[in-house]
T-cell receptor, first 112, second 110 residues
Framework: NAGVTQTPKFQVLKTGQSMTLQCAQD?????MSWYRQDPGMGLRLIHY???????DQGEVPNGYNVSRSTTEDFPLRLLSAAPSQTSVYFC???????????FGPGTRLTVL | SQQGEEDPQALSIQEGENATMNCSYK?????LQWYRQNSGRGLVHLIL?????REKHSGRLRVTLDTSKKSSSLLITASRAADTASYFC??????????FGAGTILRVKS
């Protein structure tokens, strides 16, 4: 199993550009989530999903959209990037009834 | 807002020594988890302790939970250079959401 994969690993955007961060998992986990990690602040939850077609907001959802059309994929969209969205983004998945989350390797995003 | 707050922010010890990290949180929890993050990598789950448990062991890891004080500690015994990483506590209060603390940076010198 590849586990949780994220693409791209690095990305530089200009203010106002849009992009989609990809996340996929091959463990058949129902639950998936997106976090951002900023220096000295740990991880903050952006959006999460409890199954295909079901998403909900986390602590810092503004500026981000998600959708969950399949169990495997959970893309994160930035519609109009801002410098405040410069961060490292992590995707995670876990199995219903099990609390351990499995994390991807992260995407380092810089918005100029 | 962050639920868990780790203490200390950074810890530097010699190989073979024990490392203790503490986590405090604000609200009632279902469980508390500890994760490790090596530099430039994703987080790896270490151990989970439920709200009705007081202590749990896994290899060289020992976790305690005091719900009356809303605090937890992670002890790594006989530390190794490979234990150098950031350690995060995360609390599960609302079912599907984990709230992470800011982390403790551990450096083990060989």
């Amino acid at each position: 199993n590849a586990g949780v994969t994220q693409t791209p690993k690095f990305q530089v955007l200009k203010t106002g550009q849009s992009m989609t961060l990809q996340c996929a998992q091959d463990m058949n986990h129902e639950y998936m989530s997106w976090y951002r990690q900023d220096p000295g602040m740990g991880l903050r939850l952006i959006h999460y999903s409890v199954g295909a077609g079901i998403t909900d907001q986390g602590e810092v959802p503004n500026g981000y959209n998600v959708s969950r059309s399949t169990t495997e994929d959970f893309p994160l969209r930035l519609l109009s990037a801002a410098p405040s969205q410069t961060s490292v983004y992590f995707c995670a998945s876990w199995e219903e009834g099990h609390n351990e989350q499995f994390f991807g390797p992260g995407t380092r995003l810089t918005v100029l | 807002s962050q639920q868990g707050e780790e203490d200390p922010q950074a810890l530097s010890i010699q190989e073979g020594e024990n490392a203790t990290m503490n986590c405090s949180y604000k609200t009632s929890i279902n469980n508390l988890q500890w994760y490790r993050q090596n530099s430039g990598r994703g987080l790896v789950h270490l151990i989970l302790i439920r709200s009705n448990e007081r202590e749990k062991h896994s290899g060289r890891l020992r976790v305690t939970l005091d719900t009356s004080k809303k605090s937890s500690s992670l002890l790594i015994t006989a530390s190794r250079a490979a234990d150098t990483a950031s350690y995060f506590c995360a609390t599960d209060s609302y079912g599907n959401k984990l709230v992470f603390g800011a982390g403790t940076i551990l450096r083990v010198k060989s």
